[in-house]
């Protein structure tokens, strides 16, 4: 039976972790992550984790690390924020089209500058392109769950990919709330010890990593975008047996009362929690709105999105991070475009909240709701905004 | 590279894009990069292995006798060897002449 | 749904009487979340941490802006910071001073109901530290209501181990001897 406990989600995590039997990590501190690195390294460092924990000097040596132990074919973690995935970025690239199964937790945050510690999705943004499987916990359970989820996907053979899990700086890495923690049996029957299909072996010699020239790189990015495409069946597999294990269910795409809404909220992470609690109010007031969430990120659920907002007239995305000078930002450029390769053209605004910490609140929501409806109306120009800035 | 000379389908490549051949790069042939080959004079050669050690390639071999033989196929004919020999028993012999 | 805001000084444990209040809740199996006023942290400067009490799935993420009771750990914040802020109507403060309600009134201008105790008194000697967080907790049990003062026992043993029992001690006595007006 799992455990029900209140705990600080990064423990959480770390605990998550070490329930998954990892082999490795190689991790370096950064705020708001250290939490998770600190607590496996008392994991291992009492005995209470038979792993090695590898204490880099930076986070491109972390992922360097990582890349070596799961080309040895261990079950490798990491985890980094903001700064440290920039200085990552090289390998984070190297990881996935080497097709190698790391699990990293992203405590995302803002990146300077000006330094700011706290929360936003700029290195989620900047991680997108890497070509990792990418999904995003609104809560303490969902960070557990997707953790272990994590290393089931990324290690079937079908995928071979990297998995980024990604939550929230401070508002969940740093929060106190009721998590349940199952039992390491659980844990096992739902992810069993990790099977490599290639690997670095003295006794039968591989090359990882060689050149790829022009008449080879183009099929190797075929083969990478062709593998992430076909991940995304994986994913949704491995929520359904996690479904029969531990009861709790995930989608790609979750919806809110969107049934029947006329205007539809898109949002992507921690925020989503909020703004549930903003369209219970909503609809206490008779109105239809409702709330679209985005879980998987990468690869980007595509057809499941254009299903939850087909019937919507109005939408409003809200972006956690910027493009700065794009057209829109990051998750309403995907928004946009699946309804232009769809036809469809509903109203649709950008709202930009919630940069470097700013709180995003049940107000907010209302507002941007309100707003949306009132532009749409009026037949306002369609754009982005950055919302709660100081004139 | 997947394969030196073959152009291979996106659905062919191996997982990662490695190779599964051990010492694979013993296949690519350098020695057609050259315009000089290095040449022992073995009267003169001391075997003490200069030139196996300082070859930037697999070029040289010891035979049974001590000496340090080429092997063409890799000589790219950069001439290491022969500035290296401390008893200047190897010269640099023009290709086609 | 009840929300706490714990006024202290970095180092006197305010982040830490906001945890031990969630875990106490989440053992009772209430839901609770209990986090900082995420920064870094600075020793001494006023600092806040925030708590979430419901019997069900909360789901926010925002900030607290008006809580139901604000907890302060520090008698000389309230020179210095507006612990009424954002306060609820009918909410309630819990202060350590060894004042009189009509003398905090008269010095602070404070007009919400007050729940007093003399924490720093009580912490001295049963503790024989200046370190109130603990203390406050059995003031907070006996103004808020929210839980049983029993539910604090085991999150308290868990953080403090061998030094438990004297917080334990510091904090049944600040609930026999907190005043609530009503």
Sequence with gaps: MAKRVGMEVSIAAAEAVALADVDVIAAYPITPQTHVVEHLSELVASGHLDAEFIPVESEHSAMSCCVGSAAAGARTFTSTSSQGYALMAEICYVAASLRLPIVMVTAN????????????????????????????????????????????????????????VNMDGFILSHMIEPILIPEAEEVRRYLPPYVPKLRLDPEKPVTIGPVGMPDVYTEAKMVHDQVLKGAKDVVVEAWQSFKSQFGRE?????????????????????????????????????KKVGLVRIRLWRPFPV????DAIKGAKVVAVVDRAMSLNGVCGPVCAEVKSVLYDRGARPYLQNYIAGLGGRDVTVENFIEMADQVAARAQRGDPMGYEIINVRD | MAKETGIVSWKALELGITILEPGSAGQLKTGDWRSARAVTNFDTCIRCGRCYIFCPDMVYSRNEQGYYEQNYYYCKGCGICAKECPVDAITMVQEGD | MVEIRFHGRGGQGAVTSAELTALAAIDEGKFAQAFPSFGPERRGAPVMA???????????REKVYNPDV????????????????????????????????????????????LALVDASKIAMETMRVPITNTTMLGALIKGAGLLGIEALRAPIQNRFGPIAEKNLKACQRAFEETTVED
């Design chain 3, 50 to 60: 925030f708590v979430r009490v419901s019997d069900t799935q909360i789901r926010t």
């Design chain 1, 250 to 286: 995930y989608r790609c795409v979750e919806t809110y009362k969107s049934e029947d809404a006329e205007t539809i909220l898109i949002t992507m992470g921690s925020i989503s929690e909020t703004a549930m609690t903003a369209i219970d109010q909503l609809r206490g007031a008779g």
């Design chain 3, 70 to 113: 604000v907890v302060v750990l520090d008698p000389s914040l309230l020179q210095i910071v507006n612990v009424e802020a954002g306060l609820k109507e009918g909410g309630l403060v819990i202060l350590n001073t060894k004042k009189s309600a009509e003398e905090v009134r008269k010095e602070t201008g404070l007009k919400a109901r």
């Design chain 1, 303 to 306: 057809e499941e999105l254009f």
């Design chain 1, 109 to 164: 945050r803002a990146l300077s500058a000006p330094i700011n510690i706290w929360n936003d999705h700029a290195d989620l943004m900047m991680s997108r392109d890497t070509g990792w499987v990418q999904t995003v916990a609104e809560n303490g359970q969902e960070v557990v769950d997707l953790i272990f989820h994590a290393f089931k996907v990324a290690e079937d053979h079908r995928v071979l990919l990297p998995v980024m």
